[in-house]
């Protein structure tokens, strides 16, 4: 999502999403070689197994001081893995660190499971980051790190579910959490529950600004806007050391994609807003940059070992989901249009324009129609469903002329910019591209520090569904439901009160916007239904506060809609309502 800049020459960039530019247009670094390894353990060649015998442990034996600064982290889980993390920070930056993480089945650390050895250096960053396999499922563990006599903090983390059991799943949803806005509370609240399987990071886990460019209550490290691997490695470990966060990442594993941020805003496969080509080095070098920094600090496993650049991929979540993660960021995205879509530009309909690319269109379609769950999580960064400030007719043929009669979107970054390829999608769901209909298909969706709650249809604004319309009233042509969760921090988007009120009036299908509060989302999963919890946190502006449910919406098994909700009713009517 599109945030200020700071002061400089921008002859070359587009603007983003600004006030600005909404009313205007409404009329009112060093390329870096090899990827961080991830070693494979319990189990595999760098495994040590556990046992009660006793044995010779070098690993207890200080060669040099180290270090662990930035806590432990657990993420991507399955029925019997999960990547373990850490970072050791070495006296000596020139030479090999090794190390071992113990795994346990007891808080108290005394059962031991599984040990896996590993060395890190330079080259990666210090980073340790092991895929822990042969684990048994819908288990809780505990890990530490050892190296050099030095015990890092203890993690817990847990695998998931297996394919038969299908048991409730409560996810955590957070994403767009800058550091200079404020302070993590959204993490601490999350880190109290103990209830989550996982937390699903939606993007913007990072932000690439230097001080006083985007918010100013924190500072950043470097100071410098983010522009190299060092810089990027530098960032990253200033988040990590947050203490908010580092709680969380000890107690809950994470699911996380990259959104924009990550590398620079608004970013795409050839380029992005906030770079300057040129002046700001070359951009394929500080995308590979800010890919390789992504993979060694974050615990996340690739699909394709050695290759950063890809990271779409679906996590099994158990009996009850299925979880497909998508980057509409950088692997094979086009540039995005103006802000607020321009319909004279014949950018919405253009087929051939890609937020996703076929490649990986394939893959989320097949993978969501190979599923045998009852529920299909797609985590997505940028917004699914229309914001339509001008009502047009359906799906016309791609060209400015058409475009004209088509639905004009508010957000070019947003899939409202690629609506011939949203509607392929769409299609599928719906089983009109010669395939099986997709059912109970639940998108997941961050970037835009705001909550909002949609049916996903072709046109809302056409009432007969046969057509390709929608009805709001029984959720009829609906084919799918978006959850967008708000940020952690960053601010909201600055669209006046009565520009929001406007886009419900032609968006029939949004159930629920909320623009000014920050926090997170509960995604509470059961066979019959999933519902999606909006939690409020009291401030950003210290550490600590409280926080509040906000709002909260389901969806019935087999509705493929948001289940309708009676309007609130005042004081003594209340009661009226039957329960």
């Known amino acids: 999502m599109s945030a200020p800049r700071r002061k400089r020459t921008r002859a070359q960039k587009r603007p983003g999403l600004t006030r600005r530019t909404f009313l205007k247009g409404l009329g009112i670094g060093s390329l870096v070689g090899a990827s961080s390894a991830t070693l494979t353990g319990c189990g595999g060649q760098n495994s040590v197994s556990g046992g009660n015998g006793t044995r010779s442990n070098p ?33 000596q930056a020139s030479s090999t660190v090794l190390g071992e993480v113990n795994v346990y089945s007891d808080a108290g650390l005394k059962l031991l499971v599984k040990t896996l050895d590993f060395s890190t250096s330079a080259s990666r960053d210090f980073t340790v980051k092991l895929d822990c396999t042969g684990l048994s499922a819908d288990t809780v563990y ?23 059991n299908k048991r ?114 070359v951009w394929a070098q500080r995308k590979a940059a800010a890919q390789k920094a992504y993979d060694e600090w974050m615990p996340i496993r690739l699909p394709e070992a050695g290759n950063p650049n890809k990271i779409f991929r679906k996590i099994p979540l158990g009996g009850l989901a299925d979880l497909v993660l998508l980057d509409t960021r950088l692997y094979d995205r086009d540039q995005d249009a103006s802000t607020p879509i321009n319909p004279l530009e014949g950018n ?67 899939w409202d910019s690629y609506g011939a390829e949203r509607q392929r999608i769409i299609n599928a769901l719906r089983g009109s591209d010669g395939g099986a209909p997709i059912n109970n298909v639940v998108i997941l969706t961050g970037d835009v520090h705001s909550a909002w709650v949609a049916d996903i249809t072709d046109n809302p604004n056409v009432p007969i569904s046969q057509l390709g319309g929608y009805n709001p009233l029984t959720g009829d042509g609906s084919v799918a439901v978006e959850f967008v969760v708000t940020s952690v921090t960053s601010p909201g988007l600055p669209i006046p009160d009565e520009v929001v009120q406007a886009i419900r009036l032609t968006s029939p299908h949004i159930k629920h916007v909320k623009m000014s509060e920050r926090g997170y989302s509960l995604l509470k999963v059961t066979e019959e239904k999933v519902v999606c919890e909006y939690w409020a946190v009291s401030t950003i502006t210290e550490r600590g506060g409280s926080e509040r449910l906000s709002a909260s919406f389901e969806v019935l098994k087999d509705a493929n809609h948001i289940s309708p909700q009676l309007p609130a009713l005042p004081g003594p009517l209340a009661g009226l309502l039957p329960l």
């Open 348 to 414: 919405a309909s253009n087929g051939e324009r890609t937020m996703i690319g076929e490649e990986q269109f394939n893959f989320l379609i097949n993978n969501l129609r190979a599923s045998t769950t009852p529920w299909k999580l797609v985590g997505n960064q940028v917004v699914f469903h229309q914001w339509i400030i001008k009502p047009g007719l359906n799906n016309p043929a791609p060209g400015p002329v058409n475009d004209v009669l088509a639905p004009s979107g508010l957000n070019g970054d947003s």
């Open 142 to 164: 505990f890990y530490q790190f050892l190296s050099n006599g030095v015990r890092s903090p203890v993690g817990r983390t847990r695998t998931m579910p297996a394919a038969s």
């Open 168 to 281: 409730a799943l409560n996810l955590g949803l957070v994403s767009c959490s800058s550091m200079p806005h404020g302070f993590f509370n959204a993490y601490a609240q999350l880190a109290k529950r103990t209830d989550l399987d996982a937390v699903v990071h939606l993007g913007d886990y990072i932000y690439e600004y230097g001080d006083g460019e985007y918010g100013s209550l924190r500072a950043c490290e470097p100071a410098t806007e983010i522009l190299t691997l060092s810089d990027y490695r530098t960032r990253h470990g200033q988040y990590k050391k947050d203490v908010d966060l580092m709680a969380l990442h000890a107690q809950v594993p994470f699911i996380t994609i990259w959104d924009d941020h990550e590398s620079a805003d608004n970013s795409y496969t050839n380029g992005a807003n906030n770079h300057t080509e040129g002046t700001e080095g």
């Open 59 to 91: 690993n207890e034996v200080a060669t040099q001081k180290v270090q662990f600064l930035h806590g432990v982290a657990s993420g991507d889980p399955t029925a019997s893995a999960v990547m373990l993390w850490t970072r050791i920070t070495p006296e």
